[in-house]
């Protein structure tokens, strides 16, 4: 699918980067995809640092059952606005170390 502008939230700014919130049914993996993200396309202003939590819904956004989270961090935006994210954080694998 493609990105949805009434479904991202700017939820707090400082210190010169943004914490968004984006509502989808769409997976992650897609969500993480180059191009989804375009801020000359869709009229953002992503940069650099930026953190979205997405949240997958299963059926419809705002109804229903969440199916995933994750937490997306902006690498990179090139010259043409296609923003670059990784959603690596909810993924990390912890391990004990003693």
Known sequence: MAYVAGNLTLLSSG??????????????GDVDAAGYW???DDTLNLAV????????WGT???TGSISDLAIHIVNEVTAAGV??????LLGATVSDSD
């Open 15 to 28: 210190n010169g980067f943004n914490n968004y919130r984006y509502d989808t049914t769409d997976a992650t």
């Open 38 to 40: 375009n801020n000359s």
């Open 49 to 56: 640092g930026d953190m979205i939590t997405v949240v997958v």
């Open 60 to 62: 419809a956004v705002r």
């Open 83 to 88: 923003v670059d994210t990784t959603n690596d």
